[in-house]
């Protein structure tokens, strides 16, 4: 583990006299491959490359926006000082959460403009956005944010002279988990929506385990935002996957008689 015993730079090369950030780099790759498996893959669920790639670039857009302003409206006070600090995206200061949940509303939005199955939508894009979760997750290690506190386990990370937990890798691993499992899950769906409300549950309870390492959360009052709103997405997915679930066997039982 002698890679992770010393800071690393966050500085990946320079252009111009312009730094180019890992964060940037690792949040675009993770994007950019996410982006091409939904395309190839778009056929499997009865839509063309031309239609996934429509979504994606639009998906990806407004799941950035809301990422960012997801992370700044819970940080407020100090983007307020210097507003311009809010642009600053390369310094990092990306909330998967708010990136999700613009992210859908987006879809949402075009799927019922173009006359797709929402649900399918999201199942489709669910198998892989959890790899550009895991990709994109690195550049925290490279900014030495979103880590978690100090710790005597070999795989710790050195930030400002201290060993603590690489929270960025834990969840790094289990997205990774997450799309081999989603993936063999989608090729066997039973309904629509089964894939995207299994990613809402395994990687929500992933992530309300691994918060509650960090040490640098986004706070809601007294607790850490994330926690409640993983409790949350775990409950209303737990039953939107059973209604589903209940729905798919009626109709089956209905279809054998």
């Not at 940080?75 to 600053?88: A, G, M, N, S, T």
């Not at 198998?127 to 895991?134: H, R």
């Not at 060993?163 to 799309?179: I, N």
């Not at 939107?240 to 798919?248: D, Q």
Request: charged fraction near 20%.
């Amino acid at each position: 583990m002698s890679f992770f015993n010393t800071a690393p730079d966050r500085v990946a090369f320079s252009i111009g006299g312009m730094d180019i950030m890992w964060y940037g780099i690792l949040i675009a790759a993770g994007f950019a491959l996410c982006i091409y498996l939904i395309c190839r893959n778009a056929p499997s669920h009865g839509l063309t490359g031309d239609r996934a790639l429509n979504y994606s670039l639009f998906v990806a857009v407004f799941g950035i926006i809301g990422a960012r302003l997801y992370y700044v409206l819970f940080k407020l006070p100090y983007y307020l000082e210097d507003p311009v600090r809010i642009f600053q995206v390369r310094e990092g200061g990306l909330a998967i959460h708010g990136g999700l949940i613009l992210g859908c509303a987006c879809a949402i939005y075009l799927s019922r403009r173009w006359g797709d199955g929402t649900l399918n939508v999201f199942d489709l894009f669910f198998v892989y956005i959890p790899l550009g979760q895991a990709i994109g997750r690195w550049g925290n290690y490279f900014n030495a944010e979103a880590h978690g506190g100090p710790t005597d386990l070999p795989w710790g990370i050195m930030v400002d002279g201290e060993k603590v937990h690489p929270t960025f890798l834990y969840e790094s691993l289990w997205c990774l988990l997450l799309v081999f499992l989603l993936r063999y899950i989608d090729k066997r769906r039973k309904f629509a929506g089964q894939t995207f409300f299994l990613y809402c549950i395994l990687y929500s309870a992933e992530r309300f385990v691994v918060e509650g390492l960090r040490t640098d959360s986004l706070m809601l009052g007294p607790m850490k935002q994330a926690q409640v709103l993983s409790l949350a997405v775990i409950v209303c997915a737990a039953a939107a996957y059973f209604a589903l679930w209940r729905k798919n066997r009626d109709i089956d039982k209905e279809n054998d008689k």
